[in-house]
């Protein structure tokens, strides 16, 4: 156990749909990334959050959107679902001893 | 900017043979360098990370890697490998501004291990 806990760790949907995705950091982490892991475009940073606010975008798409709540957990909002959103989502979360991964969500889009 | 290159993309072995993965990096800002292992779906393993202390990093599972400034390279070595080293391996640098340190993943290497 990582210490960075994601959920769910499968969804399948369908195209058009709305699904969000759950991260909680390791305890007193303040800072959350979230990856996308697909086969053509490997492993892709999207978004950073740092104490509730958004440090840093990667290559992020406009259906999708995060936030990070006063108890750090954060959560990575995925609109208008596409076939090529199916993919592995990691969050880790930061310290000063590095990065810590989660064991991601796997979503499917069917 | 920031980059990474895994030289190549599957490496097969013997087991009890030496394991040698190559990265090449760039970076614009001092990086902090790491190799992270990732077994068939699993998550990601942290194996060790450089952030400009001894160049030569030790990390789990017998792994280290090699700073090399002047090469702009970060190779992961092992000398006899095993079994359950067969995964996908990755090469990672963070660089930038204090607060903007994302990540950026070289492509993978997937490492076979044959008996």
């Known amino acids: 156990d990582s210490g960075v806990t994601q959920t769910p760790k499968h969804l399948i949907t369908a195209t058009g749909q709305r699904v969000t995705l759950r991260c909680s950091p390791r305890s007193g982490d303040l800072s959350v990334y979230w990856y996308q892991q697909s086969l053509d475009q490997g492993l892709q940073f999207l978004i950073h959050?740092?104490?509730?606010?958004?440090?840093a975008k990667g290559n992020i798409l406009e259906r999708f959107s995060a936030q990070q709540f006063p108890d750090l957990h954060s959560e990575l909002n995925l609109s208008s679902l596409e076939l090529g959103d199916s993919a592995l989502y990691f969050c880790a979360s930061q310290a000063n001893y590095g990065y810590t991964f989660g064991s991601g969500t796997r979503l499917t889009v069917v | 900017a920031q980059s990474v290159t895994q030289l190549d993309s599957h490496v097969s072995v013997s087991e009890g043979t030496p394991v040698l993965l190559r990265c090449n990096y760039s970076?614009?800002?001092?990086?902090?360098l790491f190799w992270y292992v990732q077994h068939p779906n699993k998550g990601l393993q942290l194996l060790l990370k450089?952030?400009?202390?001894?160049?030569l990093v030790k990390g789990i599972n017998g792994f280290e890697a090699e700073f090399k400034k002047s090469e702009t390279s970060f190779h992961l070595t092992k000398p006899s490998a095993h079994m359950s080293d067969a995964a996908e391996y990755f090469c990672v640098v963070s660089a930038g501004d204090t607060g903007r340190r994302a990540l950026t993943f070289g492509s993978g290497t997937r490492l076979q291990v044959q008996p």
């Open positions: 970076s614009s800002y001092s990086p902090s």
């Open positions: 450089y952030t400009s202390a001894a160049t």
């Open positions: 959050y740092y104490n509730g606010e958004e440090r």
